[in-house]
């Protein structure tokens, strides 16, 4: 069965921490993204990546780090540096960059 | 540059009663239009796609979206609502080239609820 898993569901820190979520696709798909979700502002680009050990900026990456070393997996570091980073983070996968895109179930992060 | 509004955060409507929920979008190229539906903390869905082909697109769940240039509108409907359908829905567009990638520029979404 193809998809997009992200993992944890929910996943709670202290201020101060860096947290790591995870993204893994198994649709062979080249390009993924990360996005952030906050109430009434639907979402919202923070990094994407058209290929391996390829990653560019999106609208809201400040605060944020990512990796692509493999195709299947684009992990997203959330760091202190963030100074709101509370929300609901979704990845998401496209054949190339551009195309429809295939999202996953999403990770909750709560930082109090 | 591309936007997109969707008209009215909120809907509701009552089981068995039209759909309609309302996307405008602003592009200086021919756009590509998309219809996400996202259930309570889940993921988003494709429920559509407008590539230029026909104008009218038929999705998944007895959705569908008519593409209006005239009035660049992209809205969706649904003849007969089902309390299944509560969810939020989120038109996108997308983008303009910007170094080379045409990103997805979502709105903010609408909230349905339906009601018995």
């Known amino acids: 069965d193809g998809g997009i898993t992200q993992s944890p569901k929910y996943l709670f820190r202290k201020e101060g921490q860096n947290v790591t979520l995870s993204c893994e696709q198994n649709?062979?798909?080249?390009?993924m993204y990360w996005y952030r979700q906050d109430p009434g502002q639907g979402l919202r680009l923070i990094y994407y990546s058209q290929i391996v050990n390829d990653f560019q900026k999106g609208d809201i990456a400040e605060g944020y780090s990512v990796s692509r070393e493999k195709k299947e997996s684009f992990p997203l570091t959330v760091t202190s540096a963030q100074k709101n980073p509370t929300a609901f983070y979704l990845c998401?996968?496209?054949?190339?960059?551009?195309?429809?895109?295939?999202f996953g179930p999403g990770t909750r992060l709560t930082v109090t | 540059a591309q936007s997109v509004t969707q008209l009215g955060s909120h809907v509701s409507v009552s089981e068995g009663a039209l759909v309609l929920l309302r996307c405008n979008y602003s592009?200086?190229?021919?756009?590509?239009l998309f219809w996400y539906v996202q259930y309570p903390n889940q993921g988003l869905q494709l429920l559509l796609k407008?590539?230029?082909?026909?104008?009218l697109v038929k999705g998944i769940n007895g959705f569908e979206a008519e593409f209006k240039k005239s009035e660049t509108s992209f809205h969706l409907t649904k003849p007969s609502a089902h309390m299944s359908d509560a969810a939020e829905y989120f038109c996108a567009v997308r983008g303009q080239v910007s170094g080379g990638y045409n990103k997805l520029i979502f709105g903010a979404g609408t909230r349905l609820a339906v009601h018995p």
């Open positions: 592009s200086s190229v021919p756009p590509y």
């Open positions: 407008y590539t230029s082909a026909a104008t």
């Open positions: 649709l062979n798909h080249d390009a």
């Open positions: 998401a996968s496209s054949p190339v960059l551009g195309a429809e895109q295939y």
